[in-house]
């Protein structure tokens, strides 16, 4: 047995029979369209820019719009009162002086904000502690990786009647928990 087939031996659970290079050659690894659409969109997710920066280019491509639709005369219809609203053009000092004196009343009369706020402090402290990466860990102990992704749709469903904020937990919780399985375990498709 050479030194290769000796490690390739040591590397597999035992009970298995070792690989030959030829096992590999012969069997060529075919993807279904799911895995193959997801890893496209691993792919494109991998290109995009920080978070901070998507902020910040939307909110540029929002003020350019401004500009673009409030010269084309472009109005829209309030639908609680009616009233034809026109737009306006944020690239205007007047403009620019509403996006700066509103921010504070926009950030402070956005309803979920507190919320989200107060669990994402609470998820930064479990975390740091090692709260999160137990419970995870527990929970992907005691459920199959075949059963994950039905536990964590579960767990938003359910956790979307306590609180709107889970939306923002779960999807970092669902990541921590399939990496803890292993992510190609947890392929069931």
Known sequence: MTDTEANNTANKPSGSAPSTA???????RRDGPVIRALSVVEVLGNKLPDPFWLFVILAGIVVALSSLMANLGVTAVNPAD??????????TSEGAQR???EAVENFATFPPLGVVIT???????????????????????????????????????????????????????????????????????
Not at 22 to 28: C, F, G, L
Not at 82 to 91: D, F, T, Y
Request: net charge negative; charged share 10%.
């Open 119 to 189: 669990v994402l402090l609470g998820v930064a402290v479990a975390e740091r502690t090692g709260l999160i990466n137990t419970a995870v860990k527990l929970v992907v102990s005691r459920v199959s990786a075949g059963w994950l992704t039905f536990v964590l749709a579960l767990a938003g469903v359910t956790g979307s009647i306590a609180s709107d904020a889970i939306v923002v937990v779960l999807i970092p919780l669902g990541a921590a928990a399939f990496k803890a399985a292993g992510a190609l375990q947890c392929w069931v498709l």
């Open 82 to 91: 009616g009233e034809e609203v026109a737009i306006q053009n944020l690239l």
């Open 99 to 101: 996006m700066l004196g």
């Open 22 to 28: 030829s096992d590999s050659a012969e069997q060529p």
